[in-house]
């Protein structure tokens, strides 16, 4: 048995990061891992195969004959498919891995049917419909949220970002041909300003829970909850800005050429092939632009958790760590 478990490493720990988490280069490298739009394709068996091995190998009971590559894939499925709080199996969409496949056909679909009010009716739905799902999946599992939560958290991102598209799209009428095509970005800026506090309201209302550097539970606080949502407004921002704002433009272009003009039936399946370009890398860029272990420096948390803090602790945790959620 020792000598098939040889291919491991006796100091192997696979909670390890594989790259510094404290560089933007490392976070990416992390990020383009995980969220591989591949793993989508795993199934659900694999998936759990995964997950006990990942959990048996944390146990230091590492199966006989595994090497080293393959822990590694397994905690990269577990990664991608397994909430990092709860440990739970995430739903299908909400998936960081599925952003791609699931955003570049609906962000296409914004991209394509923004002339008139219905489809922008229509498809700024169905992209609240999956915001809402991915919010839900990837809050910070600690904190519940009630159905009645979710649903108000729904209608009211619903509604800012139907209201932000169909106002700008009438406004816009008169303005340059540009300008309407980004209506839908930002529609879908101002909403995930509103949908994802209000989808992890729990969060800022109860705190999360705060810990030391070695993961010993310090307590809960808000502005903790406050700074890692709003780290993950930019994120999501940030992800859908490029192929929003670029990809109107290259259209526009295009579509002053004869022959784009002949496959006007192809416009929208190209625009959703270009989005997925942009999505492939700006997902996990995204995704990297903050720690997924946010740090708060003590002198910034809430006076009682402070004082609470240094009176068990004295001066020896200047920083507190929480999970800021994706």
Known sequence: ?????????????????????????????????I????????????????????ESCRAGLVPPGSSQEQLLYAKKLYDSAFHPDSGEKMNFI????????????????????????????FWQWVNQSFNAFVNYTNRNAASPISLRQIGVAYVTATSAALA?????????????????????????????????????????????????????????????????????VLSRITMAAPGMIILPIIMERLEKFTFMQRIQVLHGPLQVLLCGGFLLFMVPAACALFPQRCSLALADLEVELRDSIMAKHGDQVPYVYFNKGL
């Open 1 to 33: 048995t020792y000598a098939k478990m040889a291919t491991v490493s006796p100091s192997f720990d696979i909670d390890s990061p594989r790259w510094d988490q404290s560089t933007f280069v490392g976070r990416l490298k992390h990020f383009l891992n």
């Open 35 to 54: 969220t591989d739009p591949r793993t989508v394709l795993v199934s659900e068996e694999e998936l759990d195969r995964a997950k006990a091995l990942v």
């Open 94 to 121: 909400g998936r960081m891995s599925f952003q791609v496949p699931g955003g570049m056909a609906i962000t296409g679909c914004m991209l394509q049917f923004y002339r008139t009010v219905p489809a922008v009716v």
């Open 164 to 232: 932000t598209a169909v106002g700008l799209n009438l406004y816009t009428k008169q303005a340059p041909p540009l300008l309407a095509r980004w209506v839908p970005f930002a529609a879908v800026a101002a909403a995930n300003c509103v949908n994802i506090p209000m989808m992890r309201q729990q969060e800022i209302i109860n705190g999360i829970t705060v810990t030391d550097e070695n993961n010993n539970e310090l307590g809960r606080s808000r502005r903790a909850a406050v700074k890692g949502i709003a780290q993950v």
